[in-house]
């Protein structure tokens, strides 16, 4: 069921409806911390950048999360194809005797 959680992000109130109170204040916090962040870095920026950098540096980590878990699923595959053929060759070999 929906409930209504309110999250402050950026210096302003939301009202929003989830599933998961918990998550969404989590959620909303990284969001903040993340705009804070930028805040500091950036002379007087706007709401409307501010907001647009925030987007931004979100969806890259989570591009590079993405990447990062296609490679490491590429590197299991093969590590696990190559104990595969050890393990059939040491079988034949095996067998062979």
């Not at 990284?30 to 930028?38: G, I």
């Not at 540096?57 to 878990?69: K, L, P, S, T």
């Not at 590429?74 to 034949?92: A, G, I, K």
Request: proline share 1%.
């Amino acid at each position: 069921m929906l409930k209504s959680v309110k999250v402050n992000i950026g210096g302003q109130e939301f009202n929003l409806r989830a599933d998961d109170e918990e998550k969404v204040r989590h959620l909303a916090e990284q969001v903040d911390v993340k705009m804070q962040h930028l805040r500091h870095k950036i002379q007087n920026p706007s709401t409307a950048a501010l907001t647009v950098l925030t987007a931004l540096n979100i969806a890259e980590e989570g591009h590079d999360r993405m990447q990062q878990q296609q490679a490491d699923i590429s590197f299991v595959t093969r590590e696990l194809e190559r104990m595969s053929d050890f393990l059939e060759s040491s079988y034949n070999a095996d067998s062979s005797a």
